[in-house]
Nanobody
Framework: QVQLVESGGGLVQPGGSLRLSCAAS????????MGWYRQAPGKQREFVAS???????NYVDSVKGRFTISRDNAKNTVFMQMNSLKPEDTAVYYC????????????WGQGTQVTVSS
């Protein structure tokens, strides 16, 4: 059973930065996409950013220019650098890994809280 362990969340003032990390408990073969989602209180989980096996990235419009997703393939780890944080970024952030060649497996982390408040 693969587990994804997230870290790096916390309380930060508006305009501050945080760096989230998500590491798999064991090697996952044939990773296609690694990504981050978030869920704010009373809202549905939403896509934030993703990075494909070739390094191509996608972001939700609200974080473009502020968040940067990256990955370390050798360590099955995905990162997200979050700068210029705003109160509306407050949410539980979840990492996701999609893997597989002929069948698809989807793994989720347990979530890490990010709170942006003065």
């Amino acid at each position: 059973q693969v587990q994804l362990v997230e870290s790096g969340g916390g309380l930060v003032q508006p305009g501050g930065s945080l760096r989230l990390s998500c590491a798999a408990s064991r090697i996952i073969n044939n990773i296609n996409v690694m990504g981050w989602y978030r869920q704010a209180p009373g809202k549905q989980r939403e896509f934030v950013a993703s990075i494909g096996s070739g390094g191509n990235t996608n972001y939700v419009d609200s974080v473009k220019g502020r968040f940067t997703i990256s990955r370390d393939n050798a360590k099955n780890t995905v990162f997200m650098q979050m700068n210029s944080l705003k109160p509306e970024d407050t949410a539980v952030y979840y990492c996701e890994i999609v893997a597989g060649r002929f069948t698809t497996s989807v793994y989720w982390g347990q979530g890490t809280q990010v709170t942006v408040s003065s």
